[in-house]
């Protein structure tokens, strides 16, 4: 019913830039709160980025000052930019959603990830 769909990942080298699309499909009447997330091989997912419906982000300490999020709401789309990538933050990058679909109680979807690899 409702489908995430990330794109924009791939290989880049130390100090180079991506930017990750998040678009959202399917039925629904308001998209709310979107996020950022990441999981390395052996390590948990966390939370990289969040933007809420009005323009407001937050951001892990890890990337604050090197990542930026951004919404266009008519697009139904999120968006990450990344700067000054590091190996580090090499990852699959997951898009997550919370929205509402057929009434006030909001419901959170995932998309299936997008791989970013960060390599000289």
């Known amino acids: 019913q409702v489908q995430l769909v990330e794109s924009g990942g791939g290989l880049v080298q130390p100090g180079g830039s991506l930017r990750l699309s998040c678009a959202a499909s399917?039925?629904?009447?308001?998209?709310?709160?979107m996020g950022w997330y990441r999981q390395a091989p052996g390590k948990q997912r966390e939370l990289v980025a969040a933007?809420?419906?009005?323009?407001?982000?937050n951001y892990a300490d890890s990337v604050k000052g090197r990542f930026t999020a951004s919404r266009d709401n008519a697009k139904n789309t999120v968006y990450l930019q990344m700067n000054n990538l590091k190996p580090e933050d090499t990852a699959v990058y997951y898009c997550?959603?919370?929205?509402?679909?057929?009434?006030?109680?909001?419901?959170?979807?995932w998309g299936q990830g997008t791989q970013v690899t960060v390599s000289s």
């Open positions: 399917g039925t629904f009447f308001s998209l709310n709160t």
């Open positions: 933007i809420t419906s009005g323009g407001s982000t």
């Open positions: 997550n959603a919370d929205l509402n679909v057929a009434g006030p109680i909001s419901e959170n979807y």
